[in-house]
C-alpha cells in the first residue's frame, strides 16, 4: 500500500488561512468517508484534529476543517497561528481493512 | 479519563526481538481495536496493524504481516507488539492508538525502540 500523496511542505503568515492536500485512490480516500487528520509537535505524539473527513472531535478548534473531493481530501487551517506549526497527516483506511497515513506536510508560520 | 501507557525504550541487535506494551485503562476495552503506529527518525507515520480486543481479530500491513504479531491480553489491560528479526530499519517510536470513528482519538507516549550492533 503506497502512502498517501501530501505536499512536503506550506507556510503561511499569522492570520491568513492554509489548505494541504492529500491524494489517494478509489481504494482508500476516494472509497470510504475515513479520512482523518493529525497535528504532530516535535518529540509529541500524534494528535487527532479531523476524523470521518470533516467532523472535529471534541476540544479541537473551529479553525481547521476538512473536505474532500472525490481521490483527494483537504485539511484547511484559517486564521493560522504560531502554534499551528507542526507536521501534518493525513490517513484513511483502505478498502483491505487496512490504514494508510500520508507522507506528511510540514506547516511553517511566518 | 482515557489513557495508554506504554512500556519504557528498548535496545537490541539486529536479529533479535521486541515486545513493546500498551496498557489501556478509562474505557471499555471491547468496543475499541487498538492499533500500532511507528515511525523512523524524521520520517512519516507507518501503521502495522490492529487488533480488535473483543474478539483478537487482527490485521497487519503488508509490510509486517510475518514478522510482527498484535495481541491483546484482557485480564491485564494491555496490548502488545511484537517484532521479530529486527533490523536497524526498524529503528523507531512505536505509538499505540486507540481507533474511533474510523481514525485514532488516543495515542500512547511512544516507546522509543533503537535496533544497533
Known amino acids: 500500500q503506497s502512502a498517501l500523496t501530501q505536499p512536503a511542505s506550506v507556510s503561511g503568515s499569522p492570520g491568513q488561512s492554509i489548505t494541504i492536500s492529500c491524494t489517494g485512490t478509489s481504494s482508500d480516500v476516494g472509497r470510504y468517508n475515513l479520512v482523518s487528520w493529525y497535528q504532530q509537535h516535535p518529540e509529541k505524539a500524534p494528535k487527532l484534529i479531523i476524523y470521518e473527513g470533516t467532523q472535529r472531535p471534541s476540544g479541537v478548534s473551529n479553525r481547521f476543517s476538512g473536505s474532500k473531493s472525490g481521490n483527494t481530501a483537504s485539511l484547511t487551517i484559517s486564521g493560522l497561528q504560531a502554534e499551528d506549526e507542526a507536521d501534518y497527516y493525513c490517513c484513511s483506511y483502505t478498502t483491505t481493512s487496512t490504514v494508510v497515513f500520508g507522507g506528511g506536510t510540514k506547516l511553517t508560520v511566518l | 479519563q482515557v489513557q495508554l501507557v506504554q512500556s519504557g525504550a528498548e535496545v537490541k541487535k539486529p536479529g533479535a526481538s521486541v515486545k513493546v506494551s500498551c496498557k489501556a485503562s478509562?474505557?471499555?476495552?471491547?468496543?475499541?481495536?487498538m492499533h500500532w503506529v511507528r515511525q523512523a527518525p524524521g520520517q512519516r507515520l507507518e501503521w502495522m496493524g490492529w487488533?480488535?480486543?473483543?474478539?483478537?481479530?487482527?490485521k497487519y500491513s503488508q509490510k509486517f504481516q510475518g514478522r510482527g504479531t498484535i495481541t491483546w491480553d484482557t485480564s491485564a489491560s494491555t496490548a502488545y507488539m511484537e517484532l521479530r528479526s529486527l533490523k536497524s530499519e526498524d529503528t523507531a517510536v512505536y505509538y499505540c492508538a486507540r481507533g474511533w470513528q474510523g481514525a485514532f482519538d488516543f495515542w500512547g507516549q511512544g516507546t522509543m525502540v533503537t535496533v544497533s550492533s
Open positions: 487488533i480488535n480486543a473483543g474478539n483478537d481479530n487482527t
Open positions: 478509562g474505557y471499555t476495552f471491547t468496543r475499541h481495536a
